[in-house]
C-alpha cells in the first residue's frame, strides 16, 4: 500500500505579530513536506468599528499576502534559481506565485470578521482541516490553571488537532514525545501522530501515581506493576499502529516505551529535557455543557508549560 499523507488541509491563524511567526514558518513546513494545502487566517476582532475594521481588513489582507509570497518564494527558489538563475526579484515571485497556485502546494488567504476563536474553529470545520496551528499568545497563568487565550478556547470549543507552536522551525519533527493513559482519546492521538509524523522517532510514556488507590505497595510490588504496564503499553502502540497503517500505508516507527512514576505532566516535562523533545502530542477528553469549561486537564497544562511545541487532539465530531 502507498503511504497517504495525514495531513492534506492546514488551517494557521495568525495576528501577524513577531511572536507569531514561528507558527507561520512551521506551517508553510508541514505544507511542504506533505504537500497540503495551506489557508492563512487572521482574524479582525468584531468589537472594532466598521470603518475601522475594513481599513485594518485591507492592511491584513496586504500583509498576509506579501508574508505569503515571500515564504512560498524562499522555499521555491531553491530549485528554482539553478534553473531560472538571473531573473528579477519581481519576476521570480510572480513566478513563484503563479506555480503556488497550480502546483502540488497551494496557499489560500482568508480575512474575517468577528470572535477570534469562533472564526478559528467555523474556518477549521468548513475546509475540513486536518490541523489547526497556532502561535504562543498571551496566557494568564495562576497556579497550575491557564486562563483566556485564544488557543484555550480554540481547543476547549473546536473538534480539531491544534498545534502550539513555540519553537523556530528550523527542522521536521524528528523527536515527538505521546502520552497515553490508555483511553481511546490516547489512541487517537497516537494515531495522529504515527500518520501524520511517519519518519520522526517516537516516545511512549504513560505515568501513573502509586498513591491511587489499590495500587500495589512496595519495591518487588511496584516492579511487577511497572512491567505491566510496559506489556500494556506495547500492546496499545501495536494496535494503534496496525491500525494507521492499514489507514496510511506507513512504515514501522521507531518506537520507545516508559512508564514512570509520577505526575502526568511532571514526568512529560522530564523527558522533554532528557530527550530533547521537538513535539509533545497529548489527547484530550471530549466534554460537553459545563464540563467543557474545567480547567487543568493534562493538554492545557503541556501547551501552557512545556518548552517544546505541542499537538493536542480532539475526538472529532462525525
Known sequence: MSQSSRLQRLLIATDLSIRAEHAFNRAVQLALQNNAKLTVLHVIPDELEPTFSEALKEQARKALESLVAQAIAKGELQVEIAIKGGLDREQIMKQVA????????????RIEPGSIY?????????????????GVHHKLIIGDEWLGSTIDRVLRFGNRPVLVVKKPAEKAYEKILVGTDFSEQAAEALRFAFAAFPSANFTLVNAFESSLPGFLKGAEASSQAIDKRLDELRQFSETVLARTKADFGIADPKVEHIV???????VLQQLVEERDIDLTVVGTHGRTGLRRAILGSVSESAIAKLPCDVLATRPQIK
Open 98 to 109: 503563479q506555480a503556488a497556485a497550480h502546483g502540488e502546494t497551494s496557499v489560500e488567504v
Open 118 to 134: 469562533d472564526i478559528i474553529n467555523e474556518t477549521a470545520a468548513a475546509i475540513g482541516a486536518d490541523l489547526v496551528i497556532c
Open 260 to 266: 514512570r512514576e509520577g505526575d502526568a505532566l511532571a
